[in-house]
């Protein structure tokens, strides 16, 4: 992945027509995001070893909901438009939940690694929240891991951790703790 010093790193929201017109390179770019991280030790819902047509049509299924506006897809990318990094909000929730959504898939390249791309994408869904008129949110994440730290930093409270709840790719065990936040809209 092609990433230089002097990049500029810009948010943005990939719109109902771009998921349903440009999804073949979307999923491409994306699908190599995904790789990254699971290859490097991420515990994101997928093992070892992730085969491309399965990360392919896993990003497909997500373009489908984008498309249908049952989720918002963020993805950062270069100056060059090289997509580094992603995460999604999830709006299509119970009827009894219209105000909640569900942050997930927070990816970020390793070459991106440190610069403050989720970070951005952080402040990114809580301003997408907001334009949704959602106004909790809650997420999960690997107990210990060093996204911890990043939701701490931009507001999400911990509520508590469930041990062995998911494993990581190469199949240990790991807990997972839940986080919200509460918006104002
Ligand atoms: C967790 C993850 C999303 C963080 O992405 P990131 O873009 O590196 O995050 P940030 O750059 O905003 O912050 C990471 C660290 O870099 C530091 N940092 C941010 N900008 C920096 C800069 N310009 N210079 C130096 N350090 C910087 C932050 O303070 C933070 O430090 P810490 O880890 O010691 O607390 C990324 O590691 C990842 O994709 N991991 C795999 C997938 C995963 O686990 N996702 C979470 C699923 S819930």
Redesign the pocket.
């Given at each position: 992945m092609n990433i230089h010093a002097t990049d500029t790193i810009t948010v943005r929201r990939v719109s109902a027509g771009e998921a349903r017109e440009h999804a073949a390179p979307l999923a491409e770019a994306l699908a190599d995001v995904l790789i990254d991280?699971v290859e490097?030790g991420?515990s994101?819902s997928f093992m070892l070893p992730l085969p491309r047509a399965r990360a392919l049509a896993f990003w497909h299924g997500v373009l489908e909901d984008v498309a249908r506006q049952e989720r918002v897809l963020l993805v950062a990318q270069t100056t060059a438009g090289c997509i580094i990094?992603t995460v999604q909000l999830i709006t299509a929730l119970p009827d009894n939940q219209p105000h909640r959504a569900d942050v997930a898939k927070?990816?970020?390249h390793r070459d991106?690694?440190?610069?403050?791309?989720?970070?951005q994408l952080l402040a990114a869904v809580d301003q997408a929240a907001r334009e949704e008129a959602k106004s909790v949110l809650v997420?999960?994440?690997?107990t210990g891991?060093?996204?911890e730290?990043?939701y701490q930093r931009a507001g999400w409270q911990a509520v508590g951790s469930v041990p062995n709840y998911a494993l990581m790719p190469d199949g240990a065990y790991c807990g997972t703790t839940f986080f919200h936040k509460q918006l104002a809209v």
């Open positions: 991280c490097g991420a994101v990094g927070m990816l970020v991106a690694r440190r610069r403050g791309v989720a970070a997420l999960d994440t690997v891991g060093d996204a730290r990043l």
